[in-house]
């Protein structure tokens, strides 16, 4: 777990209840980024419009993150060794998306 240290980040707003980044003023852009603790699981995307290509086996990694200064919540899923995957939904799109995949999933019969 990545150490959270509130007192390092002089002049930003509080982190959220999830955030586990270790701000530290004057940094990275990126770390203008409050994030949360990492789940991981394994995706298998594919182009089935094109059939030359086999199903392909990401590893992906969720994160809650927001950006410091706002209150907006963001759900991101990446993928970790290439650009195979990546969106970055609003928790209500989430749940919209996770309902229409649980309806196409019972159709499917999966
Ligand atoms: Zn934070």
């Known amino acids: 777990m990545v150490e959270h240290r509130r007192d390092t980040f002089p002049g930003r707003d509080a982190c959220p209840s999830w955030c586990v980044r270790r701000h530290v003023a004057?940094?990275?852009?990126?770390?203008?980024?409050?994030?949360?603790?990492?789940r991981y699981t394994v995706l298998v995307t594919g182009r089935p419009w094109r059939p030359e290509t086999l199903p392909d086996a990401s590893s992906v990694v969720g994160r809650i993150v927001g950006r410091t200064g706002s209150a907006d919540v963001w759900l991101e899923v990446t993928s970790e060794e290439n650009d195979a995957v990546r969106i970055c939904v609003t928790p209500a799109s989430a749940r919209e998306l996770v309902t229409v995949l649980e309806s196409l999933i019972a159709q499917a019969g999966s």
């Not at 004057?26 to 990492?38: A, G, I, N, T, V």
């Open 26 to 38: 004057h940094s990275h852009p990126e770390d203008l980024l409050h994030q949360s603790s990492p």
